[in-house]
């Protein structure tokens, strides 16, 4: 029942979101800087028709797919480090302080500079705001990890590897998740950033280029698709966190 009852109030708010738009576009009567739902509908419909907007999503989908998958792995381990190892944490802590404070968008002109306009470009971006997230979350993990099983462990004779395995990882496995998930948000904010100043294709270059010929409805449906795509990500991730915590530590 509460399901639903949040499915209800998901759908009513939407629904007066849409009204408000309307009505704000109809006071307003200036379609090239407020379109109306009813005319980025139909730019919706034209770039459906011609395949631009399914491109465009596949495209960008492809390039956080790579990122945060580099930039997840490399912040689980980087966290693991961080958490275990108390001289690399310490040593490091500043560095990381300062890489944790710089935004994406700041990146982009040196990447492009170093790496060109390729998708090696888009791909640094976003695994660096993932690893970023990442690290932060399991480095939490990794240095709560209980001492009492990793004494006992140690008196059971399992090997720094063993220790690893069976005690430190199943620890740090919540608190990386939960940095997964909120990465997932975070992948498509350096998605925009590498997009709207470094790229020919994607979903921040259809703004982009929308912005540049003062196509507001087509600029809208960018980041409609945008972050619809982004919020089901973010749901299906969820759900594969809920059956991963469920499978593994027997959690309902």
């Known amino acids: 029942m509460s399901g639903f009852r949040m499915m209800f109030l ?9 009204v408000l738009w309307a009505i704000v576009a109809a006071s307003i009567a200036r379609p090239e800087l407020v379109p109306s739902p009813l005319r980025v509908l139909g730019a919706l419909r034209g770039m459906l028709s011609s395949g631009e907007i399914i491109k465009a999503t596949v495209t960008s989908l492809g390039r956080v797919f790579v ?22 944490r310490e040593s490091f802590s500043m560095i990381f302080d300062i890489a944790k404070g710089i935004p994406p968008i700041a990146l982009v002109p040196i990447v492009i500079m170093w790496f060109g306009i390729g998708e090696m470009s888009k ?24 001492v ?22 199943p620890s740090v496995v919540p608190y990386a998740l939960i940095g997964l998930r909120n990465a997932v948000g975070f992948a498509f904010v350096a998605l925009v950033s590498a997009e709207l ?43 594969l966190e809920r059956l991963v915590l469920a499978r593994r530590f027997h959690v309902c």
């Open 148 to 169: 009492i099983r990793l004494r006992t462990a140690e008196i059971i004779g399992l090997g720094p590897f063993e220790r690893l395995y069976r005690v430190v990882l």
């Open 123 to 146: 791909w640094l971006v976003i695994a660096y705001v993932v690893w970023v997230v990442v690290t932060i979350s399991t480095l939490v993990g990794a240095r709560e990890v209980p």
């Open 67 to 88: 990122g945060y998958l580099l930039g997840g792995m490399a912040g689980v381990v980087t966290g693991i480090i961080l958490g275990r190892i108390t001289i690399i």
């Open 197 to 239: 100043i470094g790229a020919n294709s994607g979903l921040g270059q259809v703004i982009m280029d929308s912005r540049f010929a003062l196509q507001t409805d087509r600029m809208v449906v960018g980041i409609l698709v945008l972050g619809g795509v982004g919020a089901l990500c973010q749901i299906l991730f969820e759900l």
């Open 10 to 18: 998901s759908a009513l708010s939407l629904a007066g979101f849409v």
